[in-house]
């Protein structure tokens, strides 16, 4: 099966678009990426994955090639950043204090706080 570029009548002879001097990927490649994915493949399947998967690393090359030098690399698009406060030893803040917990609780029963059920 052809891919939608190659079908108009105008496209046929042209080269594959973002084709540089990208080898491509061969049907060897197709099945064996098929094979480490446990996936099977039918011969047009993998006609169609060896155009589609070879014009994507054909634009993947032509990326590459874009001349990046000077330009900042982004990590996110926000400047945004995590408020934490310090670690700190929250136990110490209610020793002692089990009987004034226990009183401000609305129901209690035999030193711990009474809850309703959760489940049922």
Request: proline letters at 4%.
């Amino acid at each position: 099966m052809r891919p939608r570029w190659m079908k108009s009548p105008r496209c046929i002879g042209a080269k594959r678009p973002h084709q540089n001097n990208f080898m491509g990927i061969s049907s060897k490649d197709v099945r064996q990426i098929a094979h480490l994915a446990r996936i099977a493949l039918t011969q047009d399947e993998e006609e169609r994955f060896e155009t589609e998967l070879s014009s994507i690393l054909g634009f993947i090359e032509k990326l590459n090639a874009a001349d990046t030098a000077g330009v900042e690399p982004e990590t996110g698009g926000t400047s945004l950043e995590n408020v934490m406060r310090e670690d700190g030893d929250a136990h110490s803040a209610l020793e002692g204090k089990a009987g004034e917990l226990l009183a401000a609780a609305p129901d209690r029963k035999e030193g711990w706080i009474k809850v309703r059920e959760v489940f049922t």
